[in-house]
């Protein structure tokens, strides 16, 4: 059974950093691309990030761009999203979601339920 | 960047009716080299992260119901629930994932009647 288990929300300054984790198994975790989706509070889905299954290739939205850093340990079956600099509106819950292939081309098939981040004074 | 659209916002449907979501993007998601449009359908419920019902425009996710089926190609899909249960009372998302930025619709509400 494919398990995903995001960890490292919580309450942030602006301006803070913050790391989220996301563990994998049930799958042969460095086959697949992996992606962070962001969920503000009340409102849809805004993909974050795509990380390929060898970790050799990362794509960001514009609105993280330069602040996130998305990495892999394929030996670990985990995932990294590094936030610096955070802002008011990267306030949402994040979700990690495994891809269905090892590129960005893909839909995203399994869903993890997701951590909450608060950027707030 | 591709833009996605859906319509309608909200939508109320008796049980056991015909529910139809339409979605649009700004380009096509046709890649002509395979035949296949990058396209996925998404139901989320409150308090739930999203769930995959359909990819490849057309194709349904194993364990999803057959009422469930999705239709279009090129810039323009519908996704259908030809018998309205109670269960799918909920959010539904399209996206593309033929292009970086990867985007999704603003969602659809589905409600019973």
């Known amino acids: 059974e494919v398990q995903l288990l995001e960890s490292g929300g919580g309450l942030i300054q602006p301006g803070g950093s913050l790391r989220l984790s996301c563990a994998g198994s049930g799958f042969t975790f460095s086959s697949y691309a992996m992606s962070w989706v962001r969920q503000a509070p009340g409102k849809g889905l805004e993909w974050v990030s795509v990380i390929s299954g060898n970790g050799g290739n990362t794509n960001y939205a514009d609105s993280v761009k330069g602040r996130f850093t998305f990495s892999r340990d394929n030996s670990k079956n985990t995932l990294s999203l590094q936030m610096n600099s955070l802002r008011a509106e990267d306030t949402a819950v994040y979700y990690c979601?495994?891809?269905?292939?090892?590129?960005?081309?893909?839909?995203?098939?399994?869903w993890g339920q997701g951590t909450l981040v608060t950027v707030s004074s | 960047d591709i833009v996605m659209t859906q319509s309608p916002d909200s939508l109320a449907v008796s049980l056991g009716e015909r529910a139809t979501i339409n979605c649009k993007s700004s380009?096509?998601?046709?890649?002509?080299?395979?035949?296949?449009?990058?396209l996925a359908w998404y139901q989320q419920k409150p308090g739930q992260p999203p769930k995959l019902l359909i990819y490849?425009?057309?194709t349904r996710e194993s364990g999803v119901p057959d009422r469930f089926s999705g239709s279009g190609s090129g810039t323009d899909f519908t996704l259908t629930i030809s018998s309205l249960q109670a269960e799918d009372v909920a959010l539904y998302y399209c996206q593309q994932y033929y292009s970086t930025p990867i985007t999704f619709g603003p969602g659809t509400k589905v409600d019973i009647k």
């Open positions: 979601a495994k891809g269905a292939g090892g590129s960005s081309y893909f839909s995203l098939d399994y």
């Open positions: 490849w425009a057309s």
């Open positions: 380009q096509s998601v046709l890649y002509s080299s395979n035949n296949k449009n990058y």
